[in-house]
């Protein structure tokens, strides 16, 4: 329940606080006072959409506050729980503001938040109604959520959202497999030629390499012959580097054995000549062992140019082609057993055919059952707000076949539709070909007083829902919302006063001229005020005695009066 509500710089509003009661809350003034500007800035409270034109001129920066009730509330304190936070006695304070740089700031309990958790928090604390929400009904998917609201169909409808969703998803993956079945053939071929041409070259890792190093020995023979030819002529001829290296042996062994600090030097030439002894050898026998082949030169090259076109194909290297050909032969191993993939996709997508009908149909059990319920408490409603021959039904028609088959949606096989014959002998037509304003606006509290009893939302905002109305109708009105007023906080606007003497706390709204401004002030009447302003909505005249007899007359005879 709203508590209190702080309004600073938003519109014409300067500064405004006000403290809201439970019961049916009446606010009245002057058109153009600034009613509407109130529930504005509550809406921008509750996370509506801010543009910085709703900054009073000349401001830097709006700012909304409320303070609200949710200690019966269990909606509001499990989202709060669910988002580390929680009501302190009982209470939750709500800021929001917006600077004329267009930046804002939202807060619950001072915890920052986004617009849209704000949004989020306050769909369980209050609604708001008006001339829009009349235009929402119009809409079928609108009169859907509230039938299946009345209805209590939530659990069901998710669990077959579930379902249908699943059923959606199989479906379009058995079209793939069934529309690829052409080009499948035609990849498959491909895939099998792949398979087939890699496997034949029997690769072998580093293969390429080995192939290569022998090539480069073999295309350049001579020049290595002529290399090893003159290596082995520098090592082992006459005067040659051995045959001076044995010389050096002897020079420094004798050094070495008059100063045995020599000794190391000795045994780096030992070594340097050993080293080199063993090199020659080795060159000379890689020397003998050397024979040129063109012919298997010419089969390495062609098996290296295999080799690259393989690579050029398939990719960038063998081990690149080797993953290709293991790569295809999963591919082929999936479109062979495609037809088996289909088939099981065919039994799933047929079981959860059924199973999705028969949740449907259920689900449109439930909806019949409650719009048989629904129907007659509106009709009773209508009848009490002036509409004493409207006929209301929720009508449910399926929708259309395809292909002779029941085709169900993502919420059942119903396409719900209100439909309304405001006078007698009138046929049923939807609500959106029929009903005016006054006449929308009925029907809409109608439906809302009877779906009362299934909401847990405590304080509802009506915004001039009497528009189009007057006379006996109009008490009507305010009978049936002092009758939801009984479990519910409601702030309405309203300009008429057989309504406005309904109210358990009545507030004016009045513009005031204050220096050079225009301000919006609110102010809650006491008995004298309230008698005056009644007299004001009666004849426009707060001070003529008749008026102000009739105004006494009619709070005595509805003024806090229920079922009267």
């Avoid at 080799?307 to 050029?312: A, D, E, F, G, N």
């Amino acid at each position: 329940m709203l508590e209190e509500l702080t309004i600073r710089d938003f519109a014409i509003i300067d500064r405004l606080q006000v403290r809201f009661e439970a019961g049916l809350n009446l606010l009245t003034g002057e058109t153009g006072a600034g009613k509407s500007i109130l529930i504005g800035a509550l809406g921008f409270l509750l996370g509506s959409k801010a543009e910085t034109g709703m900054i009073r001129s000349g401001a830097e920066e709006t700012l909304v506050s409320g303070i609200f009730d949710v200690s019966n509330n269990s909606s509001a304190r499990q989202w709060l729980e669910e988002h580390g936070m929680s009501a302190e006695e009982g209470t939750v304070i709500l800021r929001r503001s917006l600077k004329n740089t267009g930046r804002g700031a939202v807060y619950i309990q001072n915890t920052p938040v986004l617009r849209q958790d704000l949004a989020e928090f306050t769909a369980t604390l209050v609604e708001i109604h008006g001339q829009r929400d009349g235009i929402a009904l119009l809409k079928n998917e609108r009169q859907r959520l509230l039938l299946d609201r009345y209805a209590g169909l939530q659990a069901e409808l998710d669990a077959y959202g579930l379902v249908y969703n699943e059923l959606c998803a199989k479906r379009r993956s058995l079209e793939r497999l069934v529309s690829g079945g052409q080009a499948g053939e035609r990849e498959m071929e491909l895939l099998q030629f792949a398979v087939d041409e890699i496997s034949a070259a029997k690769l072998q890792n580093g293969e390429e390499e080995r192939l290569q190093e022998e090539e480069r020995r073999l295309s350049q023979f001579e020049k290595l012959g002529s290399a090893l030819a003159a290596s082995l002529e520098l090592l082992s001829g006459e005067d040659a580097i051995l045959s001076q290296l044995r010389k050096l042996r002897t020079q420094v062994e004798t050094a070495a054995a008059v100063d045995t600090a020599l000794g190391e030097y000795a045994r780096v030439a030992d070594s340097a000549y050993f080293d080199l002894e063993d090199c020659s050898s080795a060159l000379s026998a890689y020397a003998d062992r050397q024979s040129f082949d063109p012919a298997r030169l010419e089969e390495i090259e062609s098996r290296l140019a295999l080799l690259q076109k393989l690579k050029r194909k398939y990719g960038g290297s063998i081990d690149a082609v080797l993953a290709y050909r293991d790569e295809s032969l999963q591919r082929l191993s999936s479109f062979q057993n495609r037809d088996e993939e289909i088939a099981a996709l065919q039994k799933s997508v047929a079981a959860l055919e059924k199973e999705v009908h028969r949740q449907a149909e259920a689900i449109s059990a439930g909806r019949r059952k409650a719009a048989a319920e629904l129907e007659p408490q509106v009709q009773r409603i209508l009848a009490d707000l002036g509409m004493p021959h409207a006929r209301f039904k929720a009508d449910l028609p399926r929708k259309p076949l395809e292909n002779g088959n029941v085709v169900v949606g993502p919420y059942g096989v119903d396409e719900v539709q209100f439909l309304i014959s405001a006078n007698r002998g009138e046929p049923l037509r939807l609500l959106s070909a029929v009903a005016s304003g006054g006449e929308l606006s009925r029907i809409m509290l109608a439906i809302k007083t009877v779906f009362i009893v299934n909401d847990d939302i405590p304080s509802m905002i009506f915004d001039e829902i009497d528009t189009g109305i007057g006379g006996e109708v109009a008490l009507s009105l305010g009978l049936h919302l002092a009758e939801i007023a009984k479990n519910r906080q409601i702030l309405c606007i309203t300009h008429l006063a057989s309504m406005a003497v309904r109210a358990d706390n009545h507030y004016k709204v009045e513009k005031q001229i204050e220096g050079e401004r225009t301000v919006t002030r609110l102010v809650r009447l006491d008995e004298a005020t309230r008698v005056r302003e009644i007299a004001r909505m009666l004849s426009g005249d707060s001070s003529a005695e008749t008026s102000l007899n009739h105004a006494r007359d009619l709070l005595a005879k509805y003024s806090g009066r229920r079922g009267s």
